[in-house]
């Protein structure tokens, strides 16, 4: 399941996400599940025809991760896994961060750093640049629905509906449902 919150320059994206690090850190190992959300810019393209034809808009680059993730085989709710990339190197995340507020209450962390853009985007080494006052603006105000999506996602994983085990899950590379 992918959702898509699109501002001005900056997009949300909300992704399930079944995993399995082929290079885990010690205590990191064995599948992994729950919500990826990045924060991505957005692309708007040309027009392909009239004036009233759709515009293509590209979903690009990510900015910053956070992954409330789980290890399978703990206990729902132990958010045991769950981490964030402060920062990326182009397309690839730098090192997992844990943070023990992060885990303790992620989506009440979560609601916080989107409330604050600026704050995550000097955190992430991104310039302010990168984002309009619109952007700032409608994150913000739109923060209480993404962590509700994150929210339902979240719930659909334990559930079992979500961040299922791939059927080729023989493989340490499996990652399933994730759009991100």
């Known amino acids: 399941m ?4 699109g501002f001005e320059r900056i997009g ?9 690090d082929p290079n885990p850190e010690a205590g990191q190992e064995g599948a992994e599940r729950g919500v990826r959300l990045e924060l991505r810019r957005l692309e708007p393209g040309e027009l392909k025809g009239s004036i009233y034809s759709a515009r293509p808009i590209t979903v690009d680059r990510p900015l910053w991760r956070v992954d409330l993730l789980e290890s399978v085989t703990g206990t729902p709710g132990s958010f045991d896994r769950t981490h964030h ?8 995340p730098g090192r997992r961060v844990f943070d023990k507020e992060l885990s303790g209450e992620p989506l009440k962390w979560l609601g916080e750093r989107l409330a604050d853009l600026e704050g995550v985007l000097d955190a992430a080494g991104v310039s302010r640049d990168e984002v309009s006052p619109a952007d700032v603006a409608g994150l913000r105000e739109r923060a209480p629905e993404i962590v509700d999506t994150v929210s339902r996602l979240l719930g659909d994983v334990r559930s079992g509906t979500l961040a299922t085990v791939p059927g080729d899950a023989e493989g340490a590379d499996s ?5 991100l």
Request: glycine content about 4%; cysteine-free; hydrophobic content about 55%.
């Open 12 to 20: 949300v994206a909300v992704s399930d996400i079944y995993f399995v």
């Open 2 to 5: 992918l959702y898509l919150f």
């Open 85 to 92: 990339h402060p920062s990326l190197h182009g397309w690839e």
């Open 175 to 179: 990652v399933r449902a994730s759009w």
